[in-house]
């Protein structure tokens, strides 16, 4: 399963200001982005979600960020994309903001399968012309395009 086959135009959105945003604001609008998709409640989500940052963050550096977290009633995996061009503090490793948030959701029974989409995920994130063009996109259906043209075609 290719990343951009776990996300929809909208659960993909641009925010035009760090304005107010926080780790905590973002890991709130993952969690209600995601909850209708999960049949999941957006405080539960948000819930799990913080419990997962706070045993790490999920920083990875870069101005990437992959929160996530596993759930029972999920038989696939799921995400939403944030993107902050000015960047939000999230406690990296690198110490630096954050411009690309993908919040993914996997269920609890596929732990494996759960493992390699994160791991496909952080290596998408990591081609910095990717990173680029995501970053210059004007809205979450652009973004969807560039994230398609990166995968290319195929089941990755």
């Known amino acids: 399963m290719r990343v951009s086959d776990t996300l929809t135009p909208d659960r993909v959105v641009v925010l035009e200001s760090n304005a107010g945003l926080s780790k905590h604001a973002i890991l709130r609008q993952l969690a209600e982005l995601l909850a209708a998709p999960a049949h999941s409640d957006a405080d539960v989500l948000l819930e799990r979600l913080v419990a997962r940052e706070d045993l790490q963050s999920t920083g990875i550096g870069q101005g990437v960020a992959v929160p996530h977290t596993s759930i029972p009633s999920l038989n696939q995996q799921l995400a939403a994309l944030l993107i902050v061009p000015s960047g939000v503090a999230f406690e990296a490793i690198d110490g630096q903001p954050v411009n690309l948030i993908m919040g993914v959701l996997g269920p609890s029974a596929a732990a494996g ?12 994130f990591r081609n910095t012309a990717t990173r680029r063009a995501l970053l210059d996109s004007l809205n979450g259906g652009q973004a969807l395009q560039q994230l398609q043209l990166a995968e290319g075609p195929g089941d990755a």
Request: glycine content about 0%.
């Open 113 to 124: 399968s759960h493992l390699k989409f994160l791991a496909r995920v952080s290596r998408l």
